[in-house]
């Protein structure tokens, strides 16, 4: 099939609401080709790019989030991390314009504080700039971790109920969920992960109650507009019930 032919497939069937990429497999891909791991890194954020722009251009999905920097991977050598820190700063300064012309509405998700101060500048210059977008919400991971999303969560709510502005009682599921930092993001209906491993890495916790997992051995800078797609198409073959009996 054509991506043409793929793409009017997938359209004729419901479509993910909000589609979430951990993108695993960058060190591998250079690996393999006896390049250093940064140039995976390189690579990777060339095909995010693409796939940003494609589903932004065909409004394929409306909310699309990417792990890019997990509080974990402050654990990497230490020249990876800076490398890792200053492309996604890069990438944010260079597309922040097209974002905003294009529609995109860029937030940041994580412990921003603890980046370099010039990247906080960056993140909160496009995340403004770029608020009204109504073509594409964009949702990018960085120092993000699922337990820290929670524990986010749990301190503002203690921080409430300190001030008896929220009672314990009051706190039920859809009180902690305005909480947490991933309020107002869809939970995501397909998330997915390449680079063969199958675990979710402390990626959306919370937020993957009753997503549905694709796993595919695509390294990351290999994941292409048509990879989107096939794991889109095997998402539409799902029998989604939320614990219920029937669809
Ligand atoms: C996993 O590969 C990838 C990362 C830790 C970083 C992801 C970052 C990018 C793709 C950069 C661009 C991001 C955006 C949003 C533009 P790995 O190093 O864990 O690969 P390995 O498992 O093969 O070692």
Redesign the pocket.
Known sequence: MTRGELLAAVRTQRLPHHVALI???????A?RRGLP?VE??RQ??Q???RLIRFVAEERLVPYLS?????TE?WNRPQEEVDY?LD??AR?IRERGDEFVEGGIRLRVLGAVEALPPSLQRTIAEIEARSRRGDVLDLA?GINFGGRWSIVEGARRAMALARSDALKPEELDEGAFARLLPTAGLPEPDLIVRT?E?KRISNFYLWEAAYSEFYFTSI??PDFDEDALLAAIQDFQGRRRRFGRVTP
């Open positions: 993108m695993d497999g960058n060190g591998r891909w690996e791991r995976g890194h990777g954020m095909a995010a790019e990417l792990f890019a920097f997990s991977n890792l492309l996604l990438f990018v680079g491993e390294l990351w």
